[in-house]
């Protein structure tokens, strides 16, 4: 393969990756993503295939439930039906399933299994969905036991169990970790 060809494939799957990024709310296809980067949806196919881990559609999924989840965890006041169109689905009952087959539990679930902590409105999030909440004893044992000698905050490392990640608000160098109130 001619290496203008290469270049011009990655550089039209990082355009692809930047598209559904950011206008994930909308109704997205693959053709669509195509027309809107002057290429033809097959072209767009082979740099998915090529360079991406996953198809254009498990992207957008992706991206979709991701945000979806942040917001069952933030937002609590808003309804799950809501939250299904505020990323981009228009039956609430599609956006169910697809919840479900992504994390194992309906958004409702997920919503009252979801712990978010207090730290800062860029912290951590613990989200146990494969377990029930811990008691008020059990977390601080938990949060006596996750911080590593760096500072930052882990939740068990165990298989299956999900990580808190501290990523840095937009500006900053780093991230806090700001102690629990």
Do not use: K, N, W
């Amino acid at each position: 393969m001619r290496s203008e060809t290469l270049a011009s494939r990655r550089r039209l799957y990082l355009l692809a990756r930047v598209v559904v990024a950011r206008h994930y709310r909308e109704r997205l296809t693959l053709a669509s993503v195509a027309v809107a980067l002057s290429s033809s949806p097959r072209q767009l196919q082979r740099a998915y295939a090529q360079f991406g881990e996953i198809s254009f559609s498990e992207d957008l999924t992706g991206r979709r439930m991701a945000a979806a989840a942040e917001l069952l965890i933030e937002q609590r006041s808003i309804p799950v039906a809501s939250v299904a169109r505020l990323v981009g689905y228009r039956q609430a009952p599609h956006f169910a399933r697809a919840f479900h087959r992504r994390f194992g539990v309906p958004p409702a679930l997920f919503r009252e299994r979801a712990q978010p902590t207090r730290a800062s409105s860029y912290g951590p999030v613990s989200v146990g969905a494969a377990e029930p909440a811990p008691t008020g004893s059990e977390r601080a044992r938990s949060e006596e036991t996750s911080s590593d000698a760096a500072g930052s905050s882990l939740a068990d490392s165990a298989p299956g169990r999900h990580r808190r990640i501290s990523v840095p608000p937009p500006g900053a160098l780093r991230a806090t970790t700001v102690p629990p109130c």
